[in-house]
């Protein structure tokens, strides 16, 4: 996937601030808060993110639990899921725990089980995908009623 999805991202986002980054320090934004992995966003404020970009390194669905109450009503969530990267060849050499893999149907599954709406696809190569879904503004009656608990 590269650098591909970074494209998409700034389309995004172009007028979101706060802007929320987890795992990519290669995306620059104005403005935009940084953390080096999905753990530290458990330190982070509540609500307060027009944006979010999480390069996937965790598992989908805790993470997501995570992020989704950072987000503003309104604000738009942006999945970068890589596969065959060099790094999870290197991270299996040292003996630490491979990235989990994802499929397009499952992120945008995972996205629509925390109440995010509209996934759709913004970027896509061989390495990867980048999927994109939105805080809803209004909570529906359905989502209130289909709400997954948390794991």
Same mark, same amino acid.
Request: hydrophobic share 45%; no cysteine; glycine share 10%.
């Given at each position: 996937m590269g650098l591909a999805w970074h494209a998409a991202a700034r389309e995004l986002f172009e007028s979101s601030e706060p802007l929320l980054v987890v795992?990519?320090?290669s995306f620059a934004h104005p403005g935009a808060t940084h953390l080096e992995d999905i753990a530290a966003a458990?330190?982070?404020?509540?609500?307060?993110?027009? =944006?979010?970009?999480?390069? /996937?390194?965790?598992?989908? %669905? +805790? =993470?997501?639990?995570l992020l989704k109450p950072l987000l503003l009503p309104g604000a738009a969530l942006l @999945? *970068? *899921? %890589? =596969? =065959?990267?060099? %790094?999870? @060849? @290197?991270?299996s050499l040292l003996g630490r725990p491979a990235w989990p893999s994802c499929e397009l149907e499952d992120a945008c599954e995972a996205l629509l089980l925390k109440g995010l709406s %509209? +996934?759709?696809? /913004?970027?896509?190569?061989?390495?990867?995908?980048?999927?994109?879904?939105?805080? +809803?503004?209004?909570?529906?009656t359905l989502d209130a009623f289909f709400e997954q608990p948390p794991h």
């Open positions: 795992s990519a320090r458990r330190a982070t404020a509540h609500g307060s993110y027009r =944006g979010i970009v999480w390069r /996937v390194r965790a598992a989908l %669905e +805790p =993470g997501l639990a @999945l *970068v *899921v %890589e =596969g =065959g990267r060099p %790094e999870a @060849l @290197l991270r %509209e +996934p759709r696809l /913004v970027a896509a190569s061989k390495a990867g995908f980048a999927a994109a879904a939105n805080n +809803p503004t209004q909570r529906s």
